[in-house]
DNA sequence: GTTGAAAATATACAGAC
DNA sequence: GTCTGTATATTTTCAAC
């Protein structure tokens, strides 16, 4: 479904994504109306799902990470607590582990202090939140969302 | 340091990030030239990190995410073992965690069987892990790396 | 920051494979 | 269906203000 022409255009794309097209084309050694063809057909596909500037954290101060095991029981017919969870501005992300009925958010902050206020304010006062475990972050070695392809495993 | 329009300009870009300059000087009612300077500046003091496409994991056989606490007794003098872990292709993210000596290392694999190898070959073989315990996501309410901008927080 | 013109790039399209 | 090559439109770049 994806050949390797495709699959170099996007490790070229994962590497840099504003880079233009002429130039990605002459990478790959096409015509760069043939690899604009490609790349709209891989938007197309849903295999490209967007493009994303990727900011500084500490430059907002945003430079504390946190995850934190929110417990939950939920109560049908309502709002489900991760979806609350998903709203709050500072989560990055929500995950619902298998294995003790709980929510794996990724928070990112200022400092420790706004972190309670927002395990506080707005975390414990989900409706069904029961408690909450917090790992705050010393030191990052990775972050990424890319997935290494090339390795012939596409769907 | 960020005033109001470089903060829209990000606005801007976090939203769609290969959005043409000029669409962007449109928005923002400039001209598109002081907008370009103004992009090159914020990459150049580091404030823009760089762009990225955003890739479908399911589309690469990466749909199956799960969290992983590694305990590790580090020895001292050779490669931290936070540094061997984000080696790995498929771990997307690595941090040390306050209070329990552990990493919690997030991985995105193709289902259950591929995570179990991980485990077994690659992380448990790292030098000086201890033992692990994972969390295998069943649900994703949230997945961004995006952080909110504009609350004038910049510092 | 703006304008305006030159250079580079993106896009659309016709024809070859 | 995908590629190349060409034309046309759009964008980027850069100098002058």
């Known amino acids: 479904m994806i050949d390797e022409i495709s699959l170099k255009i996007l490790n070229i794309l994962q590497e840099k994504a504003r880079i233009p097209n002429v130039e990605v084309a002459r990478q790959v050694g096409m015509a760069p109306s043939a690899v ?3 790349i709209r057909k891989l938007e197309k596909q849903g295999i490209i799902d967007g493009y994303e500037v990727r900011l500084n954290p500490e430059r907002f101060a945003r430079g ?49 202090g706004e972190l309670g206020n927002i395990i506080r304010e707005k975390i414990a006062q989900v409706d069904g939140v029961l408690s ?21 495993r596409e769907t």
Chains 1, 2 share one sequence.
């Open 36 to 38: 604009l063809e490609r």
């Open 64 to 112: 504390f990470v946190a995850f934190i095991f929110v417990k939950a029981g939920e109560t049908p017919g309502e709002i489900p607590v991760g979806e609350m969870l998903a709203r709050i501005p500072e989560v990055q992300e929500v995950h619902f582990v298998a294995g003790e009925d709980a929510y794996l958010v990724k928070i990112r902050v200022a400092d420790a």
């Open 132 to 152: 909450t475990r917090t790992a705050t972050v010393l030191t990052t070695f990775k972050e990424t969302a890319r997935i290494p392809i090339g390795e012939a």
